[in-house]
């Protein structure tokens, strides 16, 4: 009889081995009942997973790098996984019952980039990173969202970059990061990614895997920055030697990724001929993003920052999408197979208030850590249920230890300059539209207005004019052209959440307001 042990041996698809698999899975009746029950179970969990975030960007990013495992795994096996797995299998962990790479605990924080670097450079960051260990729990995704103010902070240089959130994981001394930004213009422009000859099929092992139709060069754009296209930064920390292994940077094309990397391993399966003009062109490619991956180091002690001001964070408390699917019935079923706990209808989100009336310079010159480089070696995925070895020569599951060293060198993070936009916005009626909440309102209750200043100037206006116990929060701007045309569409769209016609109170899930604002201004900017 055949086990479900199969998940992690399945040969590369489309070879001969994986089509006779594929008979013998066919003919084994006791195989075929068991199939049937994880299917049934499977999109039950699937669903849970992907609808229990807060629908800020990057809960959502993460959920889609669950999405894409999935399918990748129970289609084409683990030898489907893209390289930066290396880095990514560190924010998931694999459900030996149910055969899932599941997200692990996440602890979800917001906060301007502007007063988190005016922290830095103080120069109060820990002289040593080791220090993580004791402000991070092992195991658990702390992640940083960026408020999306027009007065952030961004690198200007090739093209302007903009933080949209960082998400690390910690593994003792090993720290996995994940950098969220975005740029404008694009490395690819729009027009050249619709001209673009997507290969696939060039790797062992994914000769099945196509880009997703569904996506086009809309869906490559961040929430809160409508012409910035989404730039993913992936890397490891070794905090104990104070090192840092291979960079992978994924630069969004709508229906795929455009991946530059220094990790040779990415090419390992390739003939040398093709391997070595491969690499060498990636590395090439991420010389563009030196600042990006350069703020990320800078970045590694947002725990600390959270830390050093106890007193100032405050909890944000909202609904899930599984709130609102509460009364649906695949829902009901989910509660029923994996119990409720399972399917978190609210989370809670630490936020810093943004710092009102601080003048700081149009301009940073930011100094990260000295890493050195060092890569000596990567995770390589196994079987869930094969037994790996890790740095030390112990045994772990699911992943074994590969030793390297490479030839070649990379640079150190070198120090990187922050701008901030003094761009007005081109129209008849510039001005600022804003997402505004406070912790004392109910769950899922959002301010939605505009201003002619300061979005963080017109949230404490808000906090002294109320009377609400807790500060107004700015959690997305964006500046436009016909501010009051922009405002006027997004109110009427969202007025079957609005809770007063008198009021710019709006009752509903942050990602769609933030979807709603988005389609709004690229419409009214587009005419």
């Known amino acids: 009889m055949i086990k479900f042990g199969w998940l992690h041996q399945v040969p590369p698809f489309g070879t001969p081995e994986a089509a006779q698999l ?20 499977l999109p039950l969990l699937l669903n849970a997973r992907l609808k229990n975030g807060s629908g800020l960007q990057l809960a959502k990013l993460l959920r889609s790098f669950v999405l894409e495992y999935f399918n990748r795994y129970f289609r084409f096996g683990p ?39 005016r922290w830095y450079e103080k120069g109060e960051i820990p002289k040593d990173p080791r220090i993580l260990a004791s402000l991070m729990e092992e195991g658990v995704i702390y992640s940083y969202e960026m408020i999306s103010d027009e007065s952030s902070l961004r690198i200007s240089g090739e093209s302007q970059q903009v933080f949209a959130g960082v998400s690390f994981v910690r593994h003792g001394l090993e720290l996995s990061c994940l950098l969220l930004a975005g740029e404008k213009p694009p490395a690819v422009s729009d027009e050249d990614v619709s001209k673009m000859n997507i290969e696939t099929g060039m790797f062992p092992g994914r000769k099945g895997l196509e880009p997703d139709p569904s996506l086009t060069t809309k869906d490559r754009y961040l929430d809160g920055y409508p012409d910035f296209s989404k730039i993913i930064v992936l890397t490891r920390f070794d905090l104990s030697a104070v090192k840092h292994g291979v960079r992978y940077v994924n630069v969004d094309i709508g229906s795929s990724f455009q991946v530059f990397t220094d990790d040779s ?29 350069a703020a990320l180091s800078s970045m590694i002690y947002l725990p600390a920052f959270f830390a050093a001001f106890p007193q100032k964070v405050q909890e944000l408390n909202v609904a899930t999408e599984l709130y609102a699917m509460q009364d649906d ?29 601080i003048k700081d310079d149009d301009s940073k010159k930011i100094d990260p850590p000295q890493l ?20 030390n020569g112990g045994q772990i ?23 901030r936009s003094n761009v007005e ?13 406070s912790p004392a309102l109910e769950n899922n209750l959002y301010k939605v207005g505009l201003t002619k ?23 997305a701007s964006w500046s436009v052209g016909d501010c009051t045309r922009v405002e006027r569409e997004v109110h009427q769209r969202l007025a079957a959440s609005r809770i007063n016609p008198r009021r710019e109170f709006f009752h509903a899930e942050l990602s769609h307001i933030i979807k709603t604002i988005n389609d709004v201004v690229e419409e009214i900017t587009a005419t």
Request: include cysteine.
């Open 397 to 419: 599951f699911g992943r074994t230890w590969v030793s390297r060293h490479e030839s070649w060198s990379a640079r150190k993070p070198q120090t990187f300059i922050l701008k």
């Open 22 to 41: 594929q008979k013998l899975m066919a003919m084994d009746v006791a195989f075929q009942l068991e199939l049937k029950e994880l299917q049934k179970r």
């Open 329 to 357: 019935e695949k829902l009901r079923d989910t509660f029923k197979e994996f119990g409720e706990s399972q399917c978190p209808k609210h989370r809670v989100i630490r936020c810093f208030p943004m710092a009102i009336g």
């Open 79 to 117: 030898n489907s996984f893209p390289s930066s797995f290396n880095v990514l299998e560190s924010f998931l962990t694999f459900d030996r019952e149910n055969r899932f790479f599941n997200l692990r605990k996440e602890n979800e924080h917001l906060l301007s980039i502007n007063d988190y670097f």
């Open 372 to 391: 050195e480089f060092k890569c000596d070696g990567y995770w390589k995925p196994i079987g869930p249920l094969e037994i790996g070895e890790d740095k």
């Open 425 to 437: 916005p081109n129209g008849p009626d510039p001005g600022i539209l804003y997402i505004q909440r």
């Open 453 to 475: 200043r300061s979005a963080a100037i017109r949230a404490n206006e808000l906090s002294s004019a109320t009377g609400v116990p807790l500060p107004f929060g700015v959690l």
């Open 265 to 293: 391993s990415a090419f390992r399966d390739l003939p040398r001929e093709k391997s070595e003009p491969l690499l060498q062109h990636a590395i090439e490619g991420l010389r563009r993003y030196d600042d990006l991956f």
